[in-house]
């Protein structure tokens, strides 16, 4: 595959790569007669990242011809830290770089990006690289009974007021409103902690359908990279999701690129949200998934086998025609982790990514969440053992809408 | 001013005796070369030469012309002393290092001779510090034996454009390697790192490239720790020339222009790592 990027897609080039990593360690490249998707997933599975640029979006793009050895496309895959590095500063791109080529493949085992610069500057990078299955997600968005569709500066505006190190926030809808407010566990002591909410009328958004009533907790930390890059090219955000437990999906596209971020959202106990929403008076009661949290022991212990892990997930091969994550199509989870190496890797990452104990408990969850139809054995049966507190009421704040519209 | 007429009566037993209106004259290109402790300061008629070595195969020297400072007197042919730059440093800056327009701190060096330490007379604001440093038996400076007849390859470069390939050069190579010729791709840095390989080119041609006479193709390697430091200079200066000769040793020669617009030169040498033939 050989494609030149030119000026100003360079930048939108670099900015993909900044929020795919925020996402993974690994970049999957894979050049497709579509287009280049670029894709990250995080090692607990619960986060997944797709950028797909159309051939529109380069300057030039091959995908070299079939008949080399039978496949013309090398998927392959490069550790984030080769290549977040040669897009970091994106001021410094944006000033110096006048075209970028990139080459996967032959003749060399290498990618090659190419930056072309002021002054007749070249920077040549030969990144070694591993050849890969495709990764694609698991995700019917047309299926999705909530959908929102936010204006490029709302969301971003919204999660810019919850602090750098909020983990996870809940995302609540209701016929009459949108709120967002921090997400904190049981342990933590309530006094110390800041809690943030905000809500936001329907007429705020583009587009506003809910079907289902619902709370979601998700992963704030993985989305934020996406947000910036759809305020950075003004583009509106979709929401695709439904009760918790099923993943959430945001997206972003236009004429030459699609990206979504697709995330799992903590699993809380079915019963108690249709109850809740029926005592209209009462702003949102929280719904912290307190019964999720309780069990600490024995999910995570489980979740920790590689076996689990992998069951965990649909372990489809992939097939060269599959199409990539493109909401209204539905997809497969396909995955490479059929070698041997690859379970055993993923225990070490699932362990190292639980540094705290909250936050394993979460990936635990998150990552049964994703496939929740699967195994409900250990979470569904999880009783409600926390009543909620009157005092939740006083930290409520009613904030008047998006200030950025 | 308080300081030269006090120490009038002083003046007969220094052997060197340097005052600059304002110390960062001397401090900022000091910096540029402090990678290690200790410095070898010789000065003579022209001027301050200070130098600083790595592991015998690198060696940093600074140039401050006579001529830069508001008093330099000297009564010997050489004066040369040892001394901790580091420490010569924190005392260059003891008065913070204010860069408020306006404000400076004054400097006046005074050496006696062998044996005496450095004295540093240092006024801000009215307010006066004398700082003693001890001194020691100045070692003898390596002689890279670089001669301008032995060159065979140069070029400057404006450093703007050298500033930011070596902030992003790969730090897990062990080398930096440099290749000139007068041909493609006349002059290339690379590293080897784990990630892969890297490479930046400079053309001939480029408007970054100020004067490019190379006359055979060389490629030589450097150790990426023994090179590194030399980035500070870099930073500093707003040219740079880099030249190799036959026997692939390397020099670099930083022209950096002080707070008044005057000109000092930082200049590094190194020797290569292996020797690369060309292919």
Request: proline share 7%; net charge negative; no cysteine.
């Given at each position: 595959m050989n494609c030149l990027l030119e000026g100003n897609c360079v930048k939108a080039f670099g900015k993909a790569i900044h929020a795919l990593s925020r996402i993974g360690d690994e970049l999957w490249l894979d050049p497709m007669v579509k287009g280049l998707a670029l894709r990250a997933v995080n090692s607990a599975h619960s986060a997944y990242a797709c950028f797909l640029f159309s051939p529109l979006f380069f300057q030039q793009y091959s995908l070299g011809?079939?008949?080399?050895?039978?496949?013309?496309t090398v998927k392959c895959k490069l550790a984030m830290k080769s290549v977040l590095p040669l897009f970091r500063c994106l001021t410094s791109i944006e000033r110096n770089v006048e075209r970028c080529q990139i080459t996967v493949g032959t003749p060399s085992d290498r990618v090659m990006i190419q930056f072309f610069c002021r002054h007749g500057i070249i920077k040549t990078h030969n990144l070694r690289f591993q050849e890969s299955e495709a990764l694609q997600a698991v995700f019917a968005s047309h299926l999705c009974p909530n959908v929102l569709k936010a204006p490029a500066r709302l969301l971003g505006d919204m999660v810019m007021h919850f602090p750098v190190c909020q983990e996870e926030i809940t995302l609540s809808v209701t016929p009459e409103r949108v709120s967002l407010r921090n997400y904190y566990e049981e342990g933590n002591d309530r006094k110390k902690t800041m809690c943030t909410e905000m809500s936001l009328h329907p007429d705020e958004f583009n587009y506003f359908q809910v079907g289902v009533e619902s709370d979601i907790t998700f992963c704030l930390k993985e989305l934020r990279g996406l947000l910036s890059f759809a305020e950075s090219h003004c583009l509106p955000v979709s929401v695709h999701f439904a009760a918790a437990g099923k993943p959430v999906c945001f997206s972003v596209e236009d004429m030459v690129l699609e990206a979504s971020v697709v995330l799992a959202t903590l699993m809380d106990s079915e019963s108690r949200i249709p109850s809740q929403h029926t005592q209209p008076p009462a702003p949102t009661t929280p719904r912290r998934a307190d019964a999720a949290v309780v069990p600490l022991g024995s999910c995570e212990a489980d979740s920790r086998v590689p076996q689990g892990v992998v069951t965990m997930m649909e372990l489809i091969p992939s097939s060269q025609g599959s199409p990539i994550l493109n909401p209204p199509t539905q997809m497969l989870l396909e995955s490479h982790f059929d070698d041997p190496n690859g379970p055993r890797s993923h225990d070490e990452a699932c362990v190292s990514v639980a540094s705290t104990p909250a936050s394993s408990t979460i990936c635990s969850l998150l990552f049964r969440a994703v496939s929740s139809e699967q195994d409900g054995v250990c979470v569904a049966q999880l009783p409600v053992l926390a009543c909620y507190s009157d005092e939740e009421e006083d930290m409520e704040e009613d904030y008047p809408g998006s200030p950025s519209l | 001013m308080p300081l030269s007429t006090q120490s009038q009566a002083d003046d007969e037993p220094y052997v060197l005796v340097a005052s600059l209106d304002n110390a960062r004259n001397l401090s900022n290109i000091l910096k540029s070369i402090t990678f290690k402790d200790h410095a070898i300061f010789s000065a003579t008629p022209n001027g301050l030469k200070v130098t600083v070595e790595d592991s015998k195969c690198m060696q940093a020297n600074a140039f401050i012309q006579?001529?830069?400072?508001?008093e330099f007197t000297i009564k010997e042919d050489l004066v040369g002393f040892q001394v901790n730059l580091t420490v010569l440093l924190d005392c260059l800056n003891?008065?913070?290092?204010?860069?408020?327009?306006?404000v400076s701190t004054a400097l006046r060096m005074c050496y006696r001779g062998y044996g005496y330490p450095l004295t540093l007379f240092l006024e801000e604001g009215g307010v006066v510090t004398v700082c003693k440093i001890n001194t020691q038996e100045p070692e003898e400076p390596v002689d890279f034996d670089f001669c301008s007849n032995n060159v065979t390859n140069k070029v400057i470069l404006l450093s703007e454009s050298l500033k930011e390939a070596f902030s992003e050069l790969?730090?897990?190579?062990e080398v930096l390697q440099i290749t000139m010729s007068?041909?493609?791709?006349y002059f290339r840095l690379s590293t080897f790192g784990n990630s892969g390989n890297a490479h930046y080119d400079y053309p001939k041609d480029s408007e970054m490239m100020e004067l490019f006479r190379c006359t055979t193709t060389q490629t030589n390697r450097y150790k990426m720790s023994l090179l590194k430091p030399s980035t500070k200079a870099l930073a500093l200066s707003c040219k740079v020339s880099v030249r190799t000769d036959s026997r692939g040793f390397l020099s670099l020669q930083y022209l950096v222009r002080n707070d008044d617009g005057q000109i000092c030169f930082v200049e590094y040498y190194c020797c290569p790592d292996e020797e690369v033939e060309e292919e």
């Open positions: 011809s079939v008949s080399e050895q039978g496949s013309g | 006579a001529d830069i400072f508001q003891i008065f913070g290092g204010s860069t408020v327009q306006g790969d730090m897990t190579s007068p041909s493609q791709p």
